[in-house]
């Protein structure tokens, strides 16, 4: 029986925790050859771009998932929808059996947030205090939720071009808004800008940046003189190469790919150290890969078999 799950589904069967270890065994399954992912495809719409990506993994199961999601930044002022919607096909890897159809909002916002909580277990200081926001859209919640249970943050910042779009998030969230970019022990970059804000000004020694916004080529957020200073680790180096932040150093020549400390799943692995020493300046380039979408997915999907009282596989064995 293929289960058909909202997004109201995905949140009720899901918590921050089962986030982070859905995405943490993905990484692990990345790191000891159990996971694939091909490189993913853009389809460009109007007013917007369609991103497909897939991966096979083997965790308790076989699993194959195929995202399509429509990434359209005028659709909430245009039309009163998200900017981010799709749909995630999860397969039987073994008989090609469609198991589910999930809607991918929440697993993308969650499964993002999440990855950048992992990165942090390994780059962040472990007594990082203050976190600014860099980009106040439905990321930014996401963000805060999955490092706040990682980190004893105390004290937490929100900025956006749109001064009313901060203060809005900043009240219905708890944090206090700030008209200029603010140093502090983590900063998460989250926005949609096609030109790098986040400067060597803003970014003191020791600080973690997460670069989260910049998922297709024309995208940017980070300056390459911090990428150039930085310790960097790639969620997939190959497509941070091709998207990311990291594309834009490498094309300012301040970096060069061997450059790149390591990829996230090194980390997870233990075959390559994270932060060294407090004052080094660690930026994470997160650009999204399908290993996270089939992850989290297998996740959702085994919970809900358990919910309605079907045999499920324990995917953490």
């Given at each position: ?36 992912a ?89 007594d990082?205090a ?6 106040c ?13 990682v ?16 203060q ?31 400067g060597?000004?803003?970014v003191r ?18 300056e ?10 790639a ?19 301040a ?8 990829e ?7 075959t390559?150290?994270g ?19 089939v ?5 959702v ?17």
């Amino acid at each position: 029986m293929t289960l058909l799950l909202s997004r109201r589904d995905v949140a009720a069967l899901m918590d921050s925790e089962a986030w982070l270890e859905a995405v943490e065994a993905g990484f692990r399954a990345l790191a000891e050859g159990r996971a694939r992912a091909p490189s993913p495809m853009a389809i460009h719409g109007w007013g917007g771009t369609f991103h497909a990506k897939g991966a096979s993994l083997a965790l308790g199961r076989r699993y194959v998932a195929l995202k399509l999601n429509g990434n359209f930044p005028g659709n909430p002022a245009r039309h009163g929808l998200p900017t981010i919607q799709g749909a995630i096909l999860l397969c039987d890897g073994e008989n090609g059996a469609l198991l589910a159809i999930i809607d991918s909002i929440e697993v993308t916002l969650r499964r993002t947030a999440a990855a950048t909580a992992l990165a942090a277990k390994f780059l962040a200081r472990a007594d990082s205090a203050t976190i600014l926001v860099c980009g106040c859209g439905a990321q930014a919640a996401a963000q805060l939720e999955a490092l706040r249970a990682v980190l004893p943050l105390r004290r937490f910042y929100a900025w956006d071009r749109d001064a009313a779009r901060a203060q809005a998030f900043a009240r219905s969230h708890g944090l206090e808004a700030v008209a200029d970019l603010r140093a502090c022990d983590v900063i998460v970059a989250c926005t949609t800008a096609r030109s790098p804000y986040l400067g060597p000004g803003a970014v003191r020694p020791g600080t973690f940046v997460a670069a989260v916004g910049a998922d297709s080529p024309d995208k940017s957020e980070v300056e390459p003189a911090v990428m150039r200073n930085a310790l960097v680790v790639a969620d997939v180096l190959a497509q941070c190469a091709a998207m990311g932040d990291l594309r834009h150093a490498l094309a300012a020549g301040a970096m060069r790919r061997e450059d790149v400390h390591a990829e996230l799943h090194e980390l997870v692995a233990g075959t390559r150290a994270g932060r060294t020493s407090d004052d080094q300046v660690t930026v994470f380039d997160s650009t999204g890969t399908a290993v996270q979408d089939v992850a989290a997915a297998a996740f959702v999907y085994e919970r809900a078999c358990r919910s309605a009282g079907f045999a499920a596989v324990d995917l953490a064995a």
